[in-house]
C-alpha cells in the first residue's frame, strides 16, 4: 500500500515555472515505477513523465520543459516544469505501481494515485 499526496499546483503565467511535489508513504519508495499523469475535463487522462531507477521517460509535448526526479529518503516525487504553456492546465496526479507497464497507458491499471493538483497556466 501507497498514499500519495500532490502539493505545489497553483496559478501562473504562461512561460513560468512550477515544482510538483508528491510524498509518499506507507511503502518503499524506492520499489515503485513513478510517474505524473494530468486530465483536463472531458478529455483522456494523459501520462506526461515516468521514472524507475533513473530511467525517465516524456510525451513529447513536455520534453525540454519538465523533469520528473525523485528523492528516496524523502519519499517525495517530483515534477519540474518550465516554460509553462496555456496547454499545459490540467490537474495533476501522481501515479505509483510496481508494475511499470501500467504507467505507459491511460492509467486506468494504475494502483496508486494522488488526489491531485490544479496547474493553471494563464497567457
Known amino acids: 500500500q501507497v498514499q500519495l499526496v500532490e502539493s505545489g499546483g497553483t496559478s501562473v503565467q504562461a512561460g513560468g515555472s512550477l515544482r510538483l511535489s508528491c510524498a509518499a508513504s506507507g511503502s518503499t519508495f524506492s520499489t515503485y515505477c513513478l510517474g505524473w499523469f494530468r486530465q483536463t475535463p472531458g478529455k483522456a487522462r494523459e501520462g506526461v513523465a515516468m521514472i524507475k531507477t533513473g530511467s525517465t521517460y516524456y510525451i513529447d509535448s513536455v520534453k525540454g520543459r519538465f523533469t520528473i526526479s525523485q528523492d528516496n529518503a524523502k519519499n517525495t516525487l517530483y515534477l519540474q516544469m518550465n516554460s509553462l504553456k496555456p496547454e499545459d492546465t490540467a490537474t495533476y496526479y501522481c501515479?505509483?505501481?510496481?508494475?511499470?507497464?501500467?504507467?505507459?497507458?491511460?492509467?486506468?491499471?494504475?494502483?496508486?494515485w494522488g488526489q491531485g493538483t490544479q496547474v493553471t497556466v494563464s497567457s
Open positions: 501515479a505509483a505501481d510496481l508494475l511499470c507497464w501500467s504507467l505507459y497507458s491511460d492509467g486506468a491499471a494504475v494502483d496508486y
